[in-house]
């Protein structure tokens, strides 16, 4: 694969990661809505069914896509049986495959979705909780996973998603209440030791120093970047980092710190597989 080719795919990775996430997250919202079966004179209730569908669709599209631009970009070695059978890559196994394990809980519930008449609506609505363990499993994946986790465009980005998503829990397990106590309220355990999960692993993982070793970055891809030095600025004694060897910026195009890999498999919206700058 050339130069351009690698950088594209360097980047459509991530934007399609991006992308994923994104519509995911509507597809929770917009599920939680239909479930409950909410309504209003501008929002009939067929019509909110019927965007859920189309939204999920596009979002398993988006998907499909990440998984292919990660699978061609060569900057680090991603096969596609990766993308499905989680935590045997070498590359970040753990996080990599918890995106795996995203899209495999995808699929299942888009193909027993389509297969709703066959399996009968019980076996279908078992499968379709799912998408509520795959949500945050794809968050982690992609804070774990990219690079990018650390910048305030993806942070933002998931804060939002991640509001949306609690905002739209805590409306459904308040509806109603108190019908399905028990429910309702390991519903609301599951949605809080998330976000605590979030808040506490965040400062010491991906924002933390040295992510991309500790995450797994392979060596080799560790060694493509090259090291930098640290100076000291007259007078003022502050120190600076200068690179010892050639452009820091990653043969895909994108800035890399050490012990940087470009690609990664998402799962539902997923940022990409960058490492720590």
Same mark, same amino acid.
């Given at each position: 694969?050339?130069?351009?080719?690698?950088?594209?795919?360097?980047?459509?990775?991530?934007?399609?990661?991006?992308?994923? =996430?994104? &519509?995911?997250?509507?597809? @929770? *919202?917009?599920?939680?809505?239909?479930?409950?079966?909410?309504?209003? !004179?501008? %929002? $009939?209730?067929?019509?909110?069914?019927?965007?859920?569908?189309?939204?999920?669709?596009?979002?398993?599209?988006?998907?499909?896509?990440?998984?292919?631009?990660?699978?061609?970009?060569?900057?680090?070695?991603?096969?596609?049986?990766?993308?499905?059978?989680?935590?045997?890559?070498?590359?970040?196994?753990?996080?990599?495959?918890?995106?795996?394990?995203?899209?495999?809980?995808?699929?299942?519930?888009?193909?027993?979705?389509?297969?709703?008449?066959?399996?009968?609506?019980?076996?279908?609505?078992?499968?379709?909780?799912?998408?509520?363990?795959?949500?945050?499993?794809?968050?982690?994946?992609?804070?774990?996973?990219?690079?990018?986790?650390?910048?305030?465009?993806? =942070?933002? &980005?998931?804060?939002?998603? @991640? *509001?949306?998503?609690?905002?739209?829990?805590?409306?459904?397990?308040? !509806?109603? %209440? $108190?019908?399905?106590?028990?429910?309702?309220?390991?519903?609301?355990?599951?949605?809080?030791?998330?976000?605590?999960?979030?808040?506490?692993?965040?400062?010491?993982?991906?924002?933390?120093?040295?992510?991309?070793?500790?995450?797994?970055?392979?060596?080799?891809?560790?060694?493509?970047?090259?090291?930098?030095?640290?100076?000291?600025?007259?007078?003022?004694?502050?120190?600076?980092?200068?690179?010892?060897?050639?452009?820091?910026?990653?043969?895909?195009?994108?800035?890399?710190?050490?012990?940087?890999?470009?690609?990664?498999?998402?799962?539902?919206?997923?940022?990409?597989?960058?490492?720590?700058?």
């Amino acid at each position: 694969m050339n130069v351009l080719t690698s950088q594209t795919a360097w980047y459509l990775t991530r934007a399609t990661g991006a992308v994923s =996430l994104l &519509l995911f997250t509507a597809a @929770v *919202v917009l599920g939680i809505l239909d479930v409950q079966r909410f309504s209003s !004179r501008r %929002w $009939p209730r067929f019509v909110i069914d019927g965007v859920h569908r189309r939204v999920s669709l596009l979002a398993l599209a988006f998907l499909g896509a990440h998984v292919v631009t990660t699978v061609i970009d060569t900057f680090v070695s991603i096969p596609l049986i990766d993308a499905f059978i989680p935590f045997i890559g070498s590359y970040r196994p753990i996080w990599l495959g918890l995106g795996a394990v995203a899209l495999d809980l995808a699929l299942a519930v888009v193909i027993t979705s389509l297969a709703r008449d066959q399996i009968g609506y019980r076996g279908w609505r078992a499968v379709h909780w799912l998408s509520y363990a795959c949500w945050p499993i794809a968050i982690v994946h992609g804070l774990g996973t990219g690079s990018d986790a650390s910048s305030t465009w993806l =942070l933002a &980005l998931t804060a939002l998603c @991640v *509001v949306a998503v609690a905002a739209a829990a805590i409306w459904r397990l308040a !509806r109603d %209440w $108190p019908q399905a106590r028990r429910a309702r309220l390991a519903g609301a355990a599951a949605l809080v030791a998330f976000l605590i999960f979030l808040v506490a692993w965040l400062p010491g993982g991906p924002l933390g120093a040295d992510w991309a070793k500790r995450s797994g970055t392979p060596a080799r891809a560790a060694a493509a970047v090259p090291p930098r030095a640290t100076t000291t600025t007259p007078l003022t004694g502050s120190t600076n980092e200068t690179s010892t060897g050639s452009s820091s910026e990653s043969p895909s195009g994108g800035s890399s710190a050490p012990g940087e890999g470009s690609g990664s498999v998402q799962g539902p919206g997923e940022s990409e597989g960058q490492e720590e700058h």
